[in-house]
Structures are given as structure tokens and as C-alpha cells.
């Protein structure tokens, strides 16, 4: 029987703490609203757009659909690709882990794609591209500063549970080997900066929330 993506990190069903809180992933908007531009400030339209996803969901108790294109969907069905052919060529194993809550900062948590069965301190991100993507990877192996973003937050998240490091593997299946890994160390300046960033965002999708709930029923003379 092929094997499943991980349940855990698409259906909210699964992990009702997923709603409302920021993730680790990219298309969350993490990396996107903590960065900043010459000037030393944010991005208002990332931050704004991340700060009103999370207020609706805290409101509603329910994400929006999200539009998946057909690049999305691959990258999403290659995923157990991956997982299956890094097995068949390491003899490691990759266990599915849940979405975990980060330990002291509320509305924040991560869902790696996998932990090693013999060394759960090694998490696991999986990225299946297009095969130009690939291509271009297979050039620097350099990971996207996105990437380096999800990582780091996955490992805050995780570090009271052992998480130390991770493990960046991209996948296409028309390149021979299919896969290729690199290791990404995290430091704890690397974490420490990020929860401080994370700490300030949800203060600010508090605020918005509360001033949300005030203004539900209109204003009035």
C-alpha cells in the first residue's frame, strides 16, 4: 500500500491547535511577515495579511480553503515519494510527527515532515519542486532563507521534546538519485531571535483579535 502524506500537517481536524496559530511553513507567512527591508522595517502588507488569516481563524474556529494549483498538489503527493525512496536507499526510517505547540509562546507551532525512528533530535523537512528548482538546488545547495525560517521554527518548537537540528531533503523523481540531503545546524542565537520575533507578532494578532471582538457588532450613536 503506498504510503500517506502525513495527516497531521493538512487536516485541521487532526490538530484543532493548528487554528489560529502562526506555523512554521512558508505559505503560513512566517518568513514573510518577520522580515525586514533596507530600512529596518517590516513588510505592513505580509505582516497585516498574516495578522487578519490568524485573527479570522481565532474568530471563527475555522481556516479557509486555500486554493491548491497543480505544482502545490505534486509537491504535496511526492512527499510520501520521498519518504519511501530515502527509506529504500538509507535503511533509515522516517516516523510522521504531530503539529506541536511551542512550550511558552502561545499560538505558535510546527509540524516537521518527519523525525529519524533512531535519532528524534534530526527533524525533517521535505520539499518536492519543479525539476527546474531542482536543478537550480543541485547548483548551490544553498537552502532558501524561507526554508532556513521553517526549519529554525520547527526546531523552537520542538527543542523541549530533543529537537537539535534538521534535516533538508528535495525530492524529484525523474533525477537520478531522486533525492538529495543537506544538514542544517540551528543555533540557539538563530532560535532565540525568532522567538523574540514570534512573541512581538503575537502580541500584535492578540490586539487585532480584541479590537475584532469589539467592533462585531457595529458602532453605534
Do not use: W
Amino acid at each position: 500500500m503506498p504510503r500517506q502524506r502525513n495527516p497531521h500537517q493538512t487536516d485541521p481536524s487532526q490538530n484543532p491547535d493548528r487554528i489560529g496559530a502562526i506555523t512554521a511553513s512558508p505559505s503560513g507567512g512566517l518568513h514573510a511577515a518577520i522580515q525586514t527591508n533596507s530600512k529596518g522595517g517590516y513588510s505592513q502588507r505580509s505582516r497585516e495579511t498574516l495578522i487578519d488569516t490568524k485573527v479570522s481563524e481565532q474568530l471563527t474556529g475555522a481556516q479557509e480553503e486555500v486554493y491548491i494549483n497543480r505544482a502545490m498538489q505534486n509537491g504535496i503527493t511526492r512527499e510520501a515519494d520521498c519518504k519511501e525512496a530515502f527509506e529504500a536507499a538509507t535503511g533509515r526510517i522516517i516516523l510522521d510527527v504531530p503539529f506541536t505547540l511551542h512550550k511558552t509562546i502561545g499560538y505558535f507551532g510546527a509540524s516537521p515532515d518527519g523525525v529519524f525512528d533512531d535519532d528524534p533530535r534530526v527533524l525533517i523537512e521535505i520539499k518536492c519542486p519543479l525539476q527546474k528548482t531542482y536543478a537550480r538546488f543541485l547548483r548551490t545547495l544553498e537552502i532558501p532563507a524561507e526554508y532556513q525560517t521553517q526549519m529554525i521554527a520547527q526546531v523552537a518548537c520542538m527543542k523541549h521534546l530533543g529537537a537539535k537540528s534538521a534535516l533538508f531533503i528535495m525530492y524529484h523523481p525523474r533525477f537520478t538519485p531522486s533525492f538529495v540531503t543537506v544538514e542544517f545546524k540551528v543555533t540557539a542565537k538563530q532560535i532565540k531571535e525568532l522567538e523574540t520575533e514570534v512573541t512581538i507578532l503575537v502580541a500584535e494578532i492578540i490586539e487585532a483579535r480584541l479590537l475584532a471582538e469589539s467592533n462585531q457588532y457595529g458602532r453605534h450613536k
